[in-house]
Structures are given as structure tokens and as C-alpha cells.
């Protein structure tokens, strides 16, 4: 009896729609190759929407061909949503890659920028092969992205590499299925793509692709300053073991103290010079390669650091990174295992992205200027982050983070709406649907220079994302550049948040809780509070709906207001007078005779005691400045939270194990008064005990505050999450001291990751609770 045939499998058509980082990581070259090894016919294609697949063949193979795309996407993709319809049969020969369908709908998500790939940089050294010292090599897995594009979909007829032909042996790579740049966007060669060229201060040539390198190289070693065109803006570049070019851009760029990035040529540099775990190797080598703050080195045989003190000056860590393009891995094979890679503008400007502001901008800083014809469409500034605890804490989110977004709770009709930020290290965001999209770091919007800058790049994001904001939400303080900047945005209506509120806010929502509420340990330097004092040091209660305060740092005036935050030893002035009285002015006499005019240390004194032109304050930014001027650490800040840094890293070492005392102090009602501390620290000085021991003391203090007030209001509301946000917690020290004895004692701590804790993050707190009031309204 002949044996049955095994029955037929039926044929299927589905058309999927993928949603999420889909375009620009190579997707569609992976979804080819899967389903031609599934034997699924059909098609592939980028639209507006996201990525677009026809699938029919077997039901078994094509069930098969689905399961490996949800379980096993490119590395670099990031689905967020995955949309199955069945279709009728169209009977299709074979499987293709379609040109691109643009739309009006955007739901496509434009990919970071990505760090140059191990098999490009194998490439790069290797003389047979054609993309041989090629400073612009990329693939599928690395090179360009967001510095590059216009618009959606990601193609390269809307990127700047349009005006670069591929060549016959590009384009063979770029339609080739089995090849590593098969659909690669950026892809180019020396043949075909962007070139490098050195120029003088005065625009003059001085090299090209057969020799820039080597002139690089001597320009470098002869302690000259260099302006590199890099990926999302300009670095300003010399040797970083030579002090006397550090020196000479410290001084051009207007930049005392402020660390300097570093870039090192590989981990075996970075473990010369910094203490480096596991977990900081692998966010160095990462594909976002960020700057890292890691802890210096002492080199015993030297009896010194292993790098110039100047490059960070009082501090004990240092920010480094590990070369991000081709670019940077062919400046690291000669002779430097050290560079100084800092952002190409002066003080408090926008980053310099473009050839032609370059000469004008930065021509009284460097002394020669590497740049290439690619355009740079999106600015975009190095990220900065640390390893606290094994995880990675964001300090600026920007290149290798944008514009990937972040995903909060929210409703689905909600309009879009943005948050402008804050006053300082601004970052905006643009809320669409679930997806909480921020901009690259902005820096400082007070001058006519950020505020461009903040437009051009909202107007650029506006496009890539598909919208146009319904509302706008900004920063309460009435004096803050942002409102003003935010009334000139059209829009349907305006929000103004309370600083506090935004961060507490943007915490809950990072961590999926925006309308739970939670007490928020809100600790930063300045934000307008709800009664016109300058607030810092908060202990709330709240949701995205409201806030309520119940105990803050006692007030204290700010003799010359913003004098004060920069002359740190007017806030210690402030202290000493408010919670000393005579014995306080006395003290300041002692300590500052001798660094301050006797005529200006009086009127300041005169100043803290009436109240004239000194704002009160309960920041605790600034409580941190006043105790690092009293220990003689920063009496003067060149840079935002420098005094209070510096205190930060002058904490004993083994203070967390050895169990020190914090100093007494007292809360009164809503107050949390610290005059017994301060009084304890200037005991401790003038008993000679060490500057470490007091800080780490000071430190202990906080906790101590801290975890009482939050004791207290637990009792009284019952609450047991607790949010840290806020620059100050970004104290590594302060972070793990506080989280642990408040995990200790049972309250679930919620905290930043995605999101800095600093005021790049409060736009998200904006936009999450203006749309909690726009959901009020509507219900």
C-alpha cells in the first residue's frame, strides 16, 4: 500500500508593521536575509511609519520567520511595537527590498549615532583593503546617524551624504545581501566620500587625505591646539600630557577650572592612567561611547598623577572616553595615548558644528583646524556619565542617547506637548503619544547664541518626529530665559512648573510612576519656590498631579544673589551671620581676612544681616559652597557646582566603613535648621582635625537629615517610596550614603538611569505634568 504524502502546508500572507529604532541599524538587510532563509516571499521597506514587511510562504516557515524577528533583532534595534495583519494571498515570486515610502504619519524613530565597529576598525589598519585609513568608514553596525539626517524615512538621499555618489565598488557593498553594508546609508570610501582637509586660522590649506595625519601629529606634539571636526560638532583637541598646551587652552577658551574630556587610544591607556571595574570598561567600549567619570590613578614612581593635574583641577576623577569614529582611531596610531577631546566653543556658547562658524568662532582658540565637507545636520555634544554601583548614571544625555526615547505612561489621545527645560545644561522634550523625546544637550539658553541654538534644534526634532507642540510647558521662575523662550513657541496654551515639582515628576515618570505619589528629596542649587525664595533642599510629597512640602532647608540670604552662588564665601558669610550671629562674623573675619578685602568682606557681612540685595535661599547647592569655602577648598566657582564638587571628592575615603559621626543640627517645624553643624565644622577646623574627616562628616549630616525628615513624613502619610532628584545627587558619595541607609530602613528608593538627575532631565517633569493637567480638564 503506498504511504500517504504528507499533507500540503497552506500558504499565509501577513503584513507586519515594526515600529521603534528600526531604520538606520540595519533592519531591512536582516529582515532580507531571514526570509530567504525561511524560504518567505514578499518585500521589506522603510516608511514614515516604521518598517513595513509583506510575508507569504509556508504557515510553518512564516511563523518561524516572525518568531526570529521579535526574539532576535539587529543589535542595535529597539522594537517598540509590533503589528501582525493577515492579508490575502498576492502570490510573490521572490523577496525585495522597495525604495522607501515617505508619509505623512511619523512614527519611525531616527537611531543614535553609533561607536565604530570592531570589524571597521579591523578594516581601517589594514593595508589590502579599500577602506584602508579611511576616517570615514562605517557600516550596518556603526558610523553616523542622527548627526546626519533630515528627515524620515532614513534614507540617504535625506541625510548629508546626498551629495555623495557611491562609487562601483560601494554600491556593489551597499546591494550586496550577504555584505556588512548591504543598505549601510553612510557608506563611502576613499573614492567616493568626504575627505578631510587641514586649514590655518585663516582658512589656508595645509594638508590633505595624504598627509594630514602625520602634520596632525607633529602640530600635536609641538603643543599646538587643534580643532577637529567630529562627529555631531567641533573638539578642541592638544596633548594631554603636555600642561603647557593645557595651560594655553584653559586660558584661550576661557575655561579656569572646568575639567577637561579626555580620550584615550584604548582600555589598556585608560587603566594607565584611571581605576577602571568591569562594568565602566563596558560602558567605555559600549556602542554609545560615552565620556566616563572615572577615579585617577596615582603612580607611586612618579609620586604624582598619571596624567596633569590640570586637566581636572582639585578633583580626584576624570572624564574619559575611547575613540568613537574612524577619525579618532587613526589620530591614536601614532605616538599619544592621551588627547584632550573638549567641546569646540568658547565658555558657555553652543558647540561649533559647522566649516564656515569654525574660523570665526573658535580662530582666537586653536591654532590649526582639521574639518571635512560632510555636513553636520543635528548638533550633538559627547554624553557624560558614571558607574555608580554597577549602573550607569546619566549626567548629559546627547550623543549615542538621542533621540531614542523614553517610554512613560500616558493617554493615548494626549497632544503633544514639550517641555523647554531649564536655565542651565537645557535639554528639551517632546511628548508624543507614550514616547518621551529629548533633545541633544542644549547647554545655556540665556544668551541670543543658546536661544538659536534651542530653536534650531527644536525646529529639526519637530521634523524627524512628525510634530508640532499643542503645549508648552517651562520653568516658573519669572526671571528664567526659558519663559521667555517658551512664549515665542506657537502653541494652544502654556504651563508653567515649579522646579521642584518637574523633578520630582520626572523621576516618577522614568521609573513607570508618574501617578503614584511618592515623598521627593529634592536637593540642587536653585529653583524658584511657590512662595519667591530660591528653594534646593526639599522634602515633598506628590505626583505629576500636585506637590505639597513639608520640611526644607532653613533659609539663609545670599548676599549679592548671583555674586553669591559664584563667590562661594558670600553663602558662607550668609551661614555664619544667620545661624552664629556674632560669633559667626567673627569667624568670618578669621577665615577670610586674609583672601578678601576687609572694605568687601564688611559690606557683605552688612548685606547677610539686613537682607539688602540678598535673596533667601534653602539650596542645597548652596549650603555645599558655603561649607567648601569655610574648609578653604573653593572659595570662587569658574563653573557651575565646582565648590561643591570639590567638597564632594574631598570626602575621606573610608568614611562609608569606618561609621562616622555626623554633626548635630536641629529641625523646627518645617525647618531643618543646620547651625549646630556649622557650628561643629568650624570646632573640627580649628582643632586641625583633615578636610576629609569634616566632609565626610558634612556629608553624614545630610544623610542624617535626610532619612529624618523622610521618617517623619512617612509616619505622617505612610508613603515608603522615596525619589532622589536633583544635580546634588549626582555626589557619588551622598547617593550611595542616602540610598543605602533609607534601603536599610525599608523605603524603596527611585532614582535616575535614563534620565539625568540634574536640570537636563526636568523637561520631562514638565511635559508629564502638563499632561496630567490637560487630562484633568478633559475628564
Not at 25 to 48: D, E, H, I, Q
Request: aromatic content about 8%; some cysteine.
Amino acid at each position: 500500500m503506498a504511504k500517504k504524502s504528507a499533507p500540503e502546508q497552506k500558504l499565509v500572507h501577513y503584513r507586519i508593521l515594526i515600529q521603534g529604532v528600526v531604520q538606520g541599524v540595519g533592519f531591512r538587510p536582516f529582515v532580507y536575509n531571514l526570509a530567504r532563509s525561511w524560504g518567505v516571499k514578499g518585500s521589506v521597506l522603510n516608511s514614515s511609519r516604521g518598517v513595513i514587511i509583506e510575508a507569504e510562504g509556508k504557515e510553518e516557515n512564516v511563523a518561524n520567520f516572525i518568531n526570529k524577528l521579535k526574539e532576535n533583532p539587529p543589535s542595535l534595534a529597539v522594537i517598540s511595537d509590533f503589528q501582525l495583519r493577515k492579508e490575502p494571498l498576492l502570490g510573490y515570486a521572490a523577496f525585495d527590498i522597495l525604495s522607501s515610502r515617505p508619509g505623512t504619519e511619523i512614527d519611525a524613530l531616527v537611531p543614535p549615532d553609533v561607536g565604530t565597529c570592531p570589524a571597521c576598525v579591523k578594516e581601517l589598519f589594514d593595508p589590502l583593503d579599500r577602506h584602508y585609513a579611511y576616517p570615514f568608514t562605517n557600516c550596518t553596525n556603526c558610523g553616523p546617524r542622527f548627526t546626519i539626517i533630515n528627515e524620515i524615512p532614513y534614507d540617504r538621499p535625506k541625510t548629508s551624504m546626498a551629495s555623495f555618489g557611491m562609487c562601483a565598488a560601494c554600491a556593489r557593498e551597499y546591494h550586496k545581501p550577504g555584505d556588512r553594508r548591504f543598505h549601510a546609508q553612510p557608506v563611502a570610501c576613499p573614492e567616493c566620500g568626504p575627505q578631510l582637509e587641514l586649514v590655518g586660522c585663516n582658512g589656508e590649506r595645509l594638508g590633505g587625505k595624504d598627509n594630514w595625519l602625520e602634520q596632525c601629529w607633529n602640530l600635536l606634539q609641538a603643543g599646538k591646539i587643534l580643532a577637529i571636526k567630529s562627529l555631531g560638532g567641533f573638539h578642541l583637541t592638544c596633548n594631554a600630557n603636555n600642561p603647557a598646551a593645557i595651560a594655553a587652552l584653559r586660558r584661550r577658551k576661557g575655561r579656569d577650572a572646568k575639567p577637561f574630556a579626555v580620550m584615550c587610544r584604548d582600555t589598556a591607556a585608560v587603566q594607565k592612567y584611571c581605576e577602571a571595574s568591569e562594568n565602566e570598561i563596558k560602558l567605555l567600549t559600549s556602542p554609545q561611547a560615552p565620556i566616563v567619570i572615572l577615579r585617577k590613578k596615582f603612580l607611586p614612581e612618579q609620586n604624582s598623577w598619571g596624567l596633569p593635574e590640570d586637566l581636572a583641577p582639585g578633583l580626584k576623577t576624570l572624564g574619559v572616553m575611547l575613540p568613537y569614529t574612524p577619525l579618532h582611531h587613526l589620530l591614536f596610531s601614532g605616538p599619544f595615548e592621551a588627547l584632550v577631546m573638549t567641546s569646540g566653543n568658547y565658555s558657555t556658547l553652543p558647540l561649533v558644528k559647522d566649516n564656515r562658524c569654525a574660523l570665526s568662532e573658535l580662530g582666537r582658540i586653536a591654532d590649526c583646524f582639521l574639518w571635512h565637507n560632510r555636513d553636520i545636520i543635528n548638533r550633538c555634544d559627547d554624553s557624560l556619565t558614571q558607574v555608580i554601583d554597577g549602573e550607569t548614571h546619566i549626567f548629559r544625555r546627547s550623543r549615542g542617547y538621542v533621540p531614542h526615547p523614553v517610554t512613560v505612561s500616558c493617554a493615548k489621545d494626549a497632544p503633544v506637548i514639550l517641555g523647554v527645560g531649564g536655565e542651565m545644561k537645557n535639554s528639551f522634550c517632546l511628548l508624543k503619544k507614550n514616547q518621551a523625546f529629548f533633545s541633544a544637550y542644549i547647554g545655556e539658553i540665556d544668551s541670543l547664541e543658546g536661544e538659536k541654538n534651542l530653536f534650531n534644534s527644536l525646529l529639526n526634532f519637530q521634523k524627524l518626529i512628525g510634530v508640532v507642540p499643542e503645549i508648552v510647558a517651562y520653568d516658573a521662575h519669572p526671571d528664567y530665559a526659558s519663559a521667555r523662550v517658551a512664549r515665542k513657541i506657537p502653541a494652544r496654551s502654556y504651563v508653567a512648573v515649579q522646579h521642584h515639582h518637574a523633578h520630582l515628576a520626572s523621576c516618577l515618570a522614568e521609573n513607570g510612576e508618574g501617578r503614584l505619589e511618592a515623598i521627593g528629596v529634592i536637593l540642587d542649587g536653585t529653583g524658584y519656590g511657590t512662595d519667591g525664595h530660591l528653594w534646593g533642599f526639599e522634602i515633598l510629597t506628590g505626583s505629576d498631579e500636585d506637590f505639597l512640602r513639608h520640611f526644607h532647608l532653613a533659609y539663609v540670604p545670599l548676599p549679592g544673589g548671583e555674586m553669591a552662588i559664584r563667590q562661594t564665601w558670600r553663602s558662607a558669610v550668609g551661614y555664619l551671620v544667620t545661624f552664629l550671629g556674632e560669633a559667626g562674623k567673627k569667624h568670618a573675619d578669621s577665615v577670610f581676612k586674609d583672601k578678601v578685602s576687609p572694605i568687601e568682606l564688611n559690606i557683605v557681612t552688612k548685606m547677610a544681616e539686613t537682607g539688602f540685595n540678598a535673596p533667601l535661599s534653602s539650596g542645597c547647592g548652596r549650603l555645599f559652597d558655603a561649607v567648601s569655602a569655610l574648609l578653604g577648598i573653593c572659595l570662587e566657582s569658574t563653573y557651575e557646582g565646582q565648590a561643591a564638587v570639590e567638597l564632594g571628592e574631598a570626602v575621606m575615603e573610608s568614611a562609608a566603613d569606618v561609621g562616622v559621626c555626623p554633626y548635630p543640627y536641629d529641625i523646627a517645624g518645617e525647618e531643618i535648621r543646620p547651625g549646630p553643624m556649622i557650628a561643629g565644622i568650624i570646632a573640627d577646623r580649628l582643632a586641625g582635625e583633615p578636610v576629609e574627616l569634616i566632609s565626610a562628616r558634612f556629608h553624614m549630616t545630610i544623610v542624617s537629615m535626610i532619612v529624618d525628615a523622610v521618617e517623619r513624613v512617612s509616619a505622617a502619610t505612610g508613603l515608603r517610596k522615596v525619589v532622589f532628584s536633583g544635580g546634588v545627587w549626582q555626589n557619588r558619595f551622598l547617593f550611595r550614603a542616602a540610598k543605602e541607609v533609607l534601603g536599610a530602613r525599608g523605603f524603596k528608593v527611585l532614582y535616575h538611569r535614563q534620565v539625568p538627575a540634574n536640570d537636563g532631565g526636568i523637561a520631562l517633569g514638565q511635559v508629564m505634568i502638563a499632561h496630567r493637567r490637560w487630562l484633568e480638564k478633559c475628564v
